[in-house]
C-alpha cells in the first residue's frame, strides 16, 4: 500500500515562500507510472488541484492562481515530490495534501481529485498579510 507523507507548511508572511515534501513509502512510485499532484483545501471550500506532474516528470499542470510561482518537480528515481510555492498571499492560505494516481499514461497529467487514490494527511500553510 502506498502512504504519503507531507512536510514543509507552516506561516509565513505575504510575498514569502516555503517547499513542501512529499515522501511516499510502501511502493516505488515509478514502478506503477503513478502520478503526483498537489492540492488544497481553504476553510469553507471545496478542495481544489494545485499543481501536477505525470510519472516520468515532464508535463505539469498548474491552476491559473498559481501559475509562475509554484513549481511542482519530482526528482528522479526518488519516492519524493516537492512543491515550490513562492511569492506567497494570503489566499493561498489552506491544507495541502499529496495525492499519487496509479497507471497514468505516458504524458497524461491527471488534475481532479477523484482520479487520485492516495492521499496524504496535509500539511497546513498560513500566510499573514
Known amino acids: 500500500q502506498l502512504q504519503l507523507v507531507e512536510s514543509g507548511g507552516g506561516l509565513v508572511q505575504a510575498g514569502g515562500s516555503l517547499k513542501l515534501s512529499c515522501e511516499a513509502s510502501?511502493?516505488?512510485?515509478?514502478?506503477?507510472?503513478?502520478?503526483l499532484g498537489w492540492f488544497r483545501q481553504a476553510p469553507g471550500k471545496e478542495r481544489e488541484s494545485v499543481a501536477a506532474?505525470?510519472?516520468?516528470?515532464?508535463?505539469?499542470f498548474y491552476a491559473d492562481s498559481v501559475k509562475g510561482r509554484f513549481t511542482i518537480t519530482r526528482p528522479g528515481a526518488k519516492n519524493l515530490v516537492y512543491l515550490q510555492m513562492t511569492s506567497l498571499k494570503p489566499e493561498d492560505t489552506a491544507v495541502y495534501y499529496c495525492?499519487?494516481?496509479?497507471?497514468?499514461?505516458?504524458?497524461?497529467?491527471?488534475?481532479?481529485?477523484?482520479?487520485?487514490?492516495?492521499w496524504g494527511q496535509g500539511t497546513q500553510v498560513t500566510v499573514s498579510s
Open positions: 495525492a499519487a494516481t496509479a497507471g497514468v499514461r505516458s504524458g497524461e497529467v491527471r488534475t481532479k481529485s477523484d482520479e487520485y487514490n492516495y
Open positions: 510502501g511502493r516505488t512510485l515509478s514502478g506503477s507510472r503513478y502520478g
Open positions: 506532474v505525470n510519472w516520468a516528470g515532464g508535463n505539469t
